[in-house]
């Protein structure tokens, strides 16, 4: 009935056909959409992937690579020590006793550095330890030994036992530029965490050969240090300092703080100096300084406060600078390209130094620079003689006052001396023996005779210059 009536409005059916054709083309319309509808599932997840993809890809920022490189190799140093306790006022200082010591725990970070277990760290975290633990980030323990350390420079080598350790890999701290990326990885608050995994912070070099003067507080210079200002927190002593291709370019070892935290101003020691005091350290027990024979003293500064160089103070007799025609009073403006301001400055270039590296000085008034070799240092290249079975002394000579500054022109320097007979005789390593009873001491064979000629019991007096001074020790002797 509805088709008769359709027909009867629309002559020829057009109006049918029409509306047939376009109920034709709303049913297609509807199963289009119903088809995007059905395919949308389908395709949202691919697009899903493609934009995690993108996102995956730049969340792995050269820094987020640099800290995967390296992390694994950086370990967390637990230490026990022993410290002498100090009286914290009048009343606590009359009853403990003098000398009374205590077992500390103490804490800081390190990096493996070679696959044969060996890991670089900071003096002052394992200084006077009984015990030395390192932890890795898998959470296996070591047990650590300490293969030697450098107080000047704030560098221990350790070494531990151990299969399939990860090693970080190794840059170099020559060329750095200021404001490229600085990444610092350690175990700030140690033990405080859970778990054993190093902490990232992450900042720009921004600054290099900075010298650092130690507070009243504080002990030791830093000299020739890289600043940063990616924060380094007690604990991560001893970890490394990273560029962004994922090489360590520093040990961190200091931060300049007045709260006890983080402010901005981080320092961390050279690689290329800690890899070099580590290689002197494993392959010779000790580190093989240079030396040649140059003190240096700072010149007088202009009305803002600036100076331009050092004046050469002293010239050891003999010495390579001797050698080389160097001269008290010279001006000093630069030390293998680096210019010196200040006496701290010569002394980082020399600390970066080994006996047969050449120095290369740019002196006032004159065009061309002046190259020498450097020496070893001359009381490590000394003959030794051994007194008292467990005493070594060193024949003083004018390289040797200029070396380690001793006031007198004869003794004998005591290089060694064990802790047994350093308690009984009340003597120190780099004191200098000058008299004994009324008999000088010329040298260390001499003071070898003068003790071997001894005879009989009594009281004996020892004179002895220290750090510039004198002093006087009495022991009983039997023999």
């Given at each position: 009935m509805v088709a008769a009536w359709l027909g009867a409005c629309a002559p020829d059916g057009g109006a049918v056909a029409g509306t047939a054709q376009a109920a034709e083309a709303e049913s297609g319309s509807v199963s289009s959409l119903a088809a995007q509808e059905l395919q949308a599932p389908t395709a949202a997840p691919k697009q899903a992937q493609v934009a995690s993809s993108s996102v995956d890809a730049?969340?792995?920022?050269?820094?987020?690579?640099?800290?995967?490189?390296?992390?694994?190799?950086?370990?967390?140093?637990?230490?026990?020590?022993?410290?002498?306790?100090?009286?914290?006022?009048?009343?606590?200082?009359?009853?403990?006793?003098?000398?009374?010591?205590?077992?500390?725990?103490?804490?800081?970070?390190?990096?493996i550095v070679r696959p044969d277990g060996i890991i670089l760290t900071n003096d002052h975290v394992v200084r006077n330890a009984d015990k030395i633990k390192v932890t890795l980030p898998d959470g296996r323990d070591f047990d650590a030994q300490l293969v030697g350390s450098d107080q000047v420079a704030d560098i221990a080598v350790l070494r531990i036992d151990g299969q399939n350790l990860p090693v970080a890999p190794l840059g170099t701290s020559e060329g750095l530029m200021i404001g490229e990326w600085a990444v610092a990885i350690g175990n700030p608050f140690a033990n405080y965490f859970s778990d054993a995994e190093p902490t990232v912070t992450a900042g720009v070099v921004s600054a290099v050969d900075r010298n650092i003067v130690p507070s009243s507080d504080e002990e030791g210079f830093y000299l020739g240090m890289i600043q940063t200002d990616a924060s380094i927190n007690p604990g991560n002593s001893g970890g490394p300092l990273v560029n962004a291709l994922g090489q360590v370019i520093g040990i961190n070892a200091s931060i300049f703080t007045r709260s006890g935290g983080s402010e901005g101003m981080g320092f961390a020691i050279p690689i290329d100096r800690a890899l070099r005091?580590?290689?002197?350290?494993?392959?010779?027990?000790?580190?093989?300084r240079a030396w040649v024979g140059l003190d240096v003293?700072?010149?007088?500064?202009?009305?803002?406060?600036?100076?331009?160089?050092?004046?050469?103070?002293?010239?050891?007799?003999?010495?390579?600078?001797?050698?080389?025609?160097?001269?008290?009073?010279?001006?000093?403006?630069?030390?293998?390209g680096r210019a010196l301001a200040a006496p701290l400055d010569f002394e980082a270039?020399?600390?970066?130094?080994?006996?047969?590296?050449?120095?290369?000085?740019?002196?006032?008034?004159?065009?061309?620079?002046?190259?020498?070799?450097?020496?070893?240092?001359?009381?490590?290249?000394?003959?030794?003689?051994?007194?008292?079975?467990?005493?070594?002394?060193?024949?003083?000579?004018?390289?040797?006052?200029?070396?380690?500054?001793?006031?007198?022109?004869?003794?004998?320097?005591?290089?060694?001396?064990?802790?047994g007979l350093s308690a009984q005789l009340g003597l120190?390593?780099?004191?200098?023996?000058i008299q004994v009873n009324r008999t000088r001491v010329t040298s260390a064979e001499d003071a070898k005779r003068i003790f071997e000629g001894l005879r009989g019991q009594g009281a004996v007096r020892i004179y002895v210059e220290r750090n510039g001074g004198y002093i006087a020790r009495d022991l009983y002797w039997r023999r």
């Open positions: 730049s969340r792995r920022t050269a820094i987020v690579q640099a800290a995967n490189r390296v992390a694994p190799a950086v370990v967390n140093v637990s230490v026990i020590s022993r410290e002498t306790v100090q009286p914290r006022g009048m009343w606590e200082s009359l009853f403990l006793q003098p000398g009374r010591q205590r077992r500390a725990a103490g804490f800081g970070s390190g990096v005091i580590a290689d002197d350290l494993v392959d010779h027990g000790e580190v093989r003293e700072p010149v007088e500064a202009d009305e803002w406060g600036r100076t331009r160089g050092v004046r050469v103070a002293r010239v050891a007799p003999g010495s390579p600078a001797d050698q080389a025609a160097i001269e008290v009073g010279d001006r000093l403006l630069r030390a293998n270039v020399l600390l970066d130094m080994r006996a047969g590296d050449t120095l290369s000085l740019d002196i006032d008034g004159q065009s061309r620079p002046v190259r020498m070799t450097a020496a070893g240092l001359p009381s490590v290249r000394a003959e030794r003689v051994t007194v008292l079975q467990d005493m070594q002394l060193i024949t003083v000579t004018p390289q040797i006052r200029a070396e380690r500054g001793i006031v007198n022109e004869e003794g004998a320097l005591i290089a060694s001396i064990s802790d120190q390593a780099g004191d200098v023996l």
